[in-house]
Structures are given as C-alpha cells and as structure tokens.
C-alpha cells in the first residue's frame, strides 16, 4: 500500500481546507484509514480514523466538530476536511492505513504511512 497526502497550506484562522490521500496497492480498500499531525517539537499525534467501509469514525477530542474525515473507495481516496482552522493545527499532517486490529488511536496499528503535508495556521 502507498499513500500520498497533499493539500497544505497557509492558512488564517478560522479558514476551512481540505487535505487529500491518494491511497493505492493491493487490497488498500480493506484498510482502516488515518490522519496523525506532529507540530513542531511535538509528538506526532492521532487526529482522527475512518474505517475500511467508512461506516464508521473516531476524531481526537481536539479535532471534533471542526475536522471530517471521509473516504471514496472507488476513488482510492481519503479526504480530511478541516474547518475553522486554529493556529494549534499547524503540523505536518501524515496519511495512514492499517488492518482492522489494534488501538485506534495508535501509530503501531498502522502498517503503511504517507509523507506528510504541511498546514500552517496563522492568527
């Protein structure tokens, strides 16, 4: 499985963007799909994972209510749609896909990992 994330930018507060993961390889759609961020001098961290059907979800506390997540299988795609944006989400915000075991909010279960976007909020 690859994954390619894209979309970042500078950004004002309280502006809405969308990142995008073009996901491809075998069997990529049986995959549980996420988003982690690390700011800078800070542990990457879980944002939020959507499930391999997209049946389901599961946001950090920090992103919920402001951030989407969504895939489109037929598409290959998964999308974060991250609205009112704060100066405490600038960080490079990485892809990932894993199988359907494990933590969901843990790195180790996530098995294939993009190269990260970066998203700068300015206040």
């Known amino acids: 499985v690859q994954l390619q994330a894209c979309g970042g930018g500078l950004m004002q507060t309280g502006d809405s963007l969308r990142l995008s993961c073009v996901v491809s390889g075998r069997a990529s759609r049986n995959y549980h799909m996420g988003w982690f961020r690390q700011a800078p001098g800070k542990e990457r961290e879980f944002v939020v994972r959507?499930?391999?059907?997209?049946?389901?979800?599961y946001y950090a506390n920090s992103v919920k209510g402001r951030f989407t997540i969504s895939r489109d299988n037929a598409k290959n795609m998964v999308y974060l749609q991250m609205n009112t944006l704060k100066p405490e989400d600038t960080a490079v915000y990485y892809c990932a896909a894993g199988p359907a075991v494990g933590y969901i909010d843990a790195e180790r279960s996530y098995d294939y990992w993009g190269q990260g976007t970066q998203v700068t909020v300015s206040s």
């Open positions: 959507i499930s391999a059907s997209g049946g389901s979800t």
